[in-house]
């Protein structure tokens, strides 16, 4: 496999002098056993970083260029990272998921895995040319909803899919609701303490009312289709559980009106009473997100206030008696989330609470300021494919997103 790279132009280029390498925590490693680059992947240039290759004496040097890696759609997990060297500014790239891709006889291959079907994920099925005319007609049936007016702005400015979904009304479709959050992630996306590494989204800037949520619920889930999601969480707002008293007062007008579809929230679970109360008036799916099931770690990621591991994990175990169906979205950082004591944490914790499903979400971070702003040390880790198959052993259902709660299991 040979390494790709950018010239000053832009142009995308293949090196044929070397092999391509990548990376996973200590270890660089020789570029095989990669995929070819599904349908749906982007590549993205790595400003600042030269890639690191193999000579014929199989030593390391620096290669041509620009580093290129791959932005890997919805279904994939990636196990390898870009191998590269540092030469020039920016000193931290922009928070995306870049995957090690190399090219061999004509096709480019990356480093991955699919881990679920990608269909209604596809990018063909968003961003169509009449989205902007189905915002315009949602916006004129749901008049004054700062809610609909936020998704149409995600559709639009960021391309977001769980937001367009609401204007196509299918799917899986985002219900942002929270301003504020309990948690200050090395790695989010809305939210940054600071301009190393600009948030990909705004956040939400204002409180939605009741009537305002519930509209877009209802709208999401009345219609024709059954198996529709709503989901509380995401990319553009803070920790919906916050806002709890305001959801079960949402919850109870959509269940008035429609029992049909799936009412979920992506949450980091911190805020055990407010999962509980969620619980209590009709949730049906967490998805909650982990780093890490070793307290050290999952601090030094998440950086929680007024709440630990335990706490989240009391509102698994609380969910799940009460018949919720409760995934994981685990953040994977291929050296990392595949080392030994991070997989047998993890195995742990699946056994100790019960929880259905584990959905895989590759993290998106530069991998030198991830290492430095959770001040850990890169070390040998025993790969994605291990991390793989220790999951299926442990009879947990895999996947990359959530499904209708008739469907999860």
Same mark, same amino acid.
């Given at each position: 496999?040979?390494?790709?790279?950018?010239?000053?132009?832009?142009?995308?280029?293949?090196?044929?002098?070397?092999?391509?390498?990548?990376?996973?925590?200590?270890?660089?490693?020789?570029?095989?056993?990669?995929?070819?680059?599904?349908?749906?992947?982007?590549?993205?240039?790595?400003?600042?970083?030269?890639?690191?290759?193999?000579?014929?004496?199989?030593?390391?040097?620096?290669?041509?260029?620009?580093?290129?890696?791959?932005?890997?759609?919805?279904?994939?997990?990636?196990?390898?990272?870009?191998?590269?060297?540092?030469?020039?500014?920016?000193?931290?790239?922009?928070?995306?998921?870049?995957?090690?891709?190399?090219?061999?006889?004509?096709?480019?291959?990356?480093?991955?895995?699919?881990?679920?079907?990608?269909?209604?994920?596809?990018?063909?099925?968003?961003?169509?040319?009449?989205?902007?005319?189905?915002?315009?007609?949602?916006?004129?049936?749901?008049?004054?909803?700062?809610?609909?007016?936020?998704?149409? =702005?995600? !559709?639009?400015?960021?391309?977001?899919?769980?937001?367009? &979904?609401?204007? *196509? %009304?299918?799917?899986?479709? @985002? /219900?942002?609701?929270?301003?504020?959050?309990?948690?200050?992630?090395?790695?989010?996306?809305?939210?940054?303490?600071?301009?190393?590494?600009?948030?990909?989204?705004?956040?939400?800037?204002?409180?939605?009312?009741?009537?305002?949520?519930?509209?877009?619920?209802?709208?999401?889930?009345?219609?024709?289709?059954?198996?529709?999601?709503?989901?509380?969480?995401?990319?553009?707002?803070?920790?919906?559980?916050?806002?709890?008293?305001?959801?079960?007062?949402?919850?109870?007008?959509?269940?008035?009106?429609?029992?049909?579809?799936?009412?979920?929230?992506?949450?980091?679970?911190?805020?055990?009473?407010?999962?509980?109360?969620?619980?209590?008036?009709?949730?049906?799916?967490? =998805?909650? !997100?982990?780093?890490?099931?070793?307290?050290?770690?999952? &601090?030094?990621? *998440? %950086?929680?206030?007024?709440? @630990? /591991?335990?706490?989240?994990?009391?509102?698994?175990?609380?969910?799940?008696?009460?018949?919720?169906?409760?995934?994981?979205?685990?953040?994977?950082?291929?050296?990392?989330?595949?080392?030994?004591?991070?997989?047998?944490?993890?195995?742990?914790?699946?056994?100790?609470?019960?929880?259905?499903?584990?959905?895989?979400?590759?993290?998106?971070?530069?991998?030198?300021?991830?290492?430095?702003?959770?001040?850990?040390?890169?070390?040998?880790?025993?790969?994605?494919?291990?991390?793989?198959?220790?999951?299926?052993?442990?009879?947990?259902?895999?996947?990359?997103?959530?499904?209708?709660?008739?469907?999860?299991?």
């Amino acid at each position: 496999m040979r390494p790709l790279y950018t010239n000053d132009n832009g142009d995308l280029l293949v090196d044929d002098s070397f092999s391509a390498a990548a990376s996973r925590g200590s270890e660089i490693l020789k570029a095989e056993d990669y995929i070819p680059m599904p349908e749906g992947a982007t590549f993205a240039a790595m400003p600042g970083r030269a890639p690191v290759v193999c000579d014929r004496k199989g030593d390391l040097v620096k290669g041509k260029g620009t580093a290129v890696a791959v932005l890997l759609p919805q279904g994939f997990t990636r196990t390898l990272l870009p191998a590269t060297e540092k030469t020039g500014d920016p000193d931290v790239l922009p928070l995306l998921g870049y995957t090690a891709a190399a090219m061999k006889k004509g096709k480019v291959y990356v480093a991955a895995r699919q881990t679920d079907e990608h269909r209604i994920w596809h990018p063909r099925y968003y961003n169509t040319e009449d989205l902007a005319n189905r915002i315009q007609k949602v916006r004129k049936i749901l008049k004054d909803n700062r809610v609909i007016a936020q998704l149409g =702005r995600c !559709s639009l400015e960021y391309g977001c899919f769980t937001a367009q &979904n609401i204007f *196509y %009304r299918r799917w899986e479709g @985002g /219900l942002p609701v929270s301003q504020s959050c309990n948690a200050r992630c090395v790695g989010c996306i809305s939210e940054q303490e600071s301009e190393c590494c600009p948030s990909a989204q705004g956040r939400l800037c204002f409180r939605p009312s009741v009537r305002e949520i519930a509209e877009v619920g209802v709208f999401h889930l009345g219609g024709k289709r059954k198996d529709n999601i709503i989901s509380f969480g995401q990319g553009c707002e803070g920790e919906p559980s916050l806002e709890a008293e305001r959801i079960v007062k949402a919850i109870r007008i959509i269940r008035a009106n429609t029992d049909r579809g799936t009412i979920n929230m992506n949450t980091n679970a911190g805020h055990t009473d407010k999962i509980k109360l969620l619980t209590d008036e009709g949730m049906d799916s967490f =998805r909650v !997100s982990i780093f890490s099931a070793i307290p050290e770690h999952y &601090n030094a990621y *998440y %950086r929680p206030k007024n709440y @630990g /591991l335990k706490d989240v994990e009391a509102s698994i175990v609380y969910a799940v008696e009460h018949g919720v169906y409760v995934s994981l979205n685990l953040l994977t950082f291929p050296g990392f989330t595949d080392r030994e004591e991070e997989i047998e944490a993890l195995l742990a914790l699946i056994e100790r609470t019960g929880l259905q499903k584990v959905q895989l979400r590759n993290l998106n971070i530069d991998t030198d300021y991830f290492y430095h702003q959770c001040g850990f040390t890169p070390e040998r880790s025993l790969g994605v494919d291990t991390l793989l198959k220790a999951l299926k052993e442990s009879g947990v259902a895999i996947g990359n997103y959530s499904r209708p709660h008739h469907q999860s299991e």
